[in-house]
T-cell receptor, first 116, second 114 residues
């Protein structure tokens, strides 16, 4: 059973470009979460999605950031017009459903974004 | 405010020595508690979790943690540390109605001396 798959693992973008990060949840998982880890900091929740629905985006910056989890295909975290402060590791996690098992999330290997 | 505090940013222990990593939380609802470990450049691996029941929980790699409601703590322990345990350890708290929306501590970096 494959784990949470993220790609790319490393991404370099120039200021002003767009970054797209992809996440395929574990098989059988229908809930996806995105977290951001800034240098020397812990993880911060960004957004919680189910298929075709954003459940909680309280941690998403108000501008330039968006996320989707379409009916078919991976979840996408999109950052428009990147700035140096967006440089971070972005982690995707998934869980099977709500309830106790839904609280246990499994992380991918992360996507490291560097903005130059 | 909801928060998780890991008071120790960096801990160094000798191989074979015992280990305790501290975690204190502030959370309005009944907390679900987790410990994750992260090796450099890698994702987070779940070590153990507490939802309810026995307050002493066993995890992988010989780790255990004890939930103490009166102290709002969930400290991680291991009786004998191995060099391969060197990594960053994160404590996190969530709640039943929050799904996988967790609040993480700042992390404790563990170094192991030979």
């Amino acid at each position: 059973n494959a784990g949470v798959m993220q790609n790319p693992r490393h991404l370099v973008r120039r200021r002003g470009q767009e970054a797209r990060l992809r996440c395929s949840p574990m098989k059988g998982h229908s809930h996806v979460y995105w977290y951001r880890q800034l240098p020397e900091e812990g993880l911060k929740f960004m957004v919680y999605l189910q298929k075709e629905n954003i459940i909680d985006e309280s941690g998403m910056p108000k501008e330039r950031f968006s996320a989707e989890f379409p009916k078919e295909g991976p979840s996408i975290l999109r950052i428009q017009q990147v700035v140096r402060g967006d440089s971070a590791a972005y982690f995707c996690a998934s869980s099977p459903n709500r309830g106790h098992s839904g609280n246990t999330i499994y992380f991918g290997e992360g996507s490291w974004l560097t903005v130059v | 405010a909801q928060s998780v505090t890991q008071p120790d940013i960096h801990i160094t222990v000798s191989e074979g020595a015992s280990l305790e990593l501290r975690c204190n939380y502030s959370y309005g609802a009944t907390p679900y508690l987790f410990w994750y470990v992260q090796s450099p450049g890698q994702g987070l691996q779940l070590l153990l979790k507490y939802f309810s029941g026995d307050t002493l929980v066993q995890g992988i790699k010989g780790f255990e943690a004890e939930f103490k409601r009166s102290q709002s703590s969930f400290n991680l322990r291991k009786p004998s540390v191995h060099w391969s345990d060197a990594a960053e350890y994160f404590c996190a708290v969530g709640a039943l109605n929050q799904g996988g929306k967790l609040i993480f501590g700042q992390g404790t970096e563990l170094s192991v001396k030979p």
